[in-house]
């Protein structure tokens, strides 16, 4: 298993430009999330899904937008980038009742 | 508001000595995990804690869990180099982790 791998691994974006960070996970895991880090923070939850078709906002989710067609596939997408969202972004999965497995992160520079 | 207040927030041990780690919740949740992150890399899960109680080890680390008092604390016995890192505590609430701000070791000779 390849277990969580995130692309792109580093980034950088013009202030108004949009892109769209992918997650994928091989374990079939229900849950899935999106964190942000900003520099000396700890993890901010963006958005999470219990399962395909079904999202949730968490405690940052201005800025950004998710979709779940597949139980694979989570991508982020961020539109209009301004430097506030300047971070590293991590995904996460977790099958029901279970330990959360995070991915490498990308790291995202909005100049 | 869902809080996790970790303290110290910074830390600079000498190797050999012991020291506690804090970490307040807010919620009655019974299920707190303790991760750990080496500069530029991703977290690493070090304990899951389920149940009032809970103590677990592994190496220089123990893990313990009061649901009462809506604390855990992880515990450094004997620090070395290599535990240098940042360690954060996260509390399950609703489908969702809340970590803490993280407390960042340093371990010098």
């Known amino acids: 298993n390849a277990g969580v791998t995130q692309t792109p691994k580093f980034r950088i974006l013009k202030i108004g430009q949009s892109m769209t960070l992918q997650c994928t996970q091989d374990?079939?895991?229900?849950?899935m999330y999106w964190y942000r880090q900003d520099p000396g923070m700890g993890l901010k939850l963006i958005y999470y899904?219990?399962?395909?078709?079904?999202?949730d906002k968490g405690e940052v989710p201005n800025g950004y937008n998710v979709s779940r067609s597949t139980t694979e596939d989570f991508p982020l997408r961020l539109e209009l980038a301004a430097p506030s969202q300047t971070s590293v972004y991590f995904c996460a999965s977790r099958p029901p009742g279970g330990e959360q497995f995070f991915g490498p992160g990308t790291r995202l520079t909005v100049l | 508001e869902l809080k996790v207040e970790q303290n110290p927030l910074f830390l600079s041990m000498q190797e050999g000595k012991n020291y506690t780690i804090y970490c307040n919740y807010s919620?009655?949740?019974?299920?707190l995990y303790w991760y750990r992150q080496d500069p530029g890399k991703s977290l690493e899960s070090l304990f899951v804690?389920?149940?009032?109680?809970a103590v677990k080890q592994e190496g220089r680390l123990m893990a313990s869990l009061d649901t009462k008092a809506r604390l855990s604390t992880l515990h450094i016995t004997a620090a070395v180099h290599d535990l240098s890192a940042t360690y954060f505590c996260?509390?399950?609430?609703?489908?969702?982790?809340?970590f803490g701000t993280g407390t960042r070791l340093q371990v010098f000779p």
């Open positions: 374990m079939n895991h229900n849950y």
């Open positions: 996260a509390e399950f609430n609703t489908d969702k982790l809340i």
């Open positions: 804690l389920l149940s009032n109680g």
């Open positions: 899904s219990v399962g395909a078709g079904i999202t």
């Open positions: 919620t009655t949740s019974d299920r």
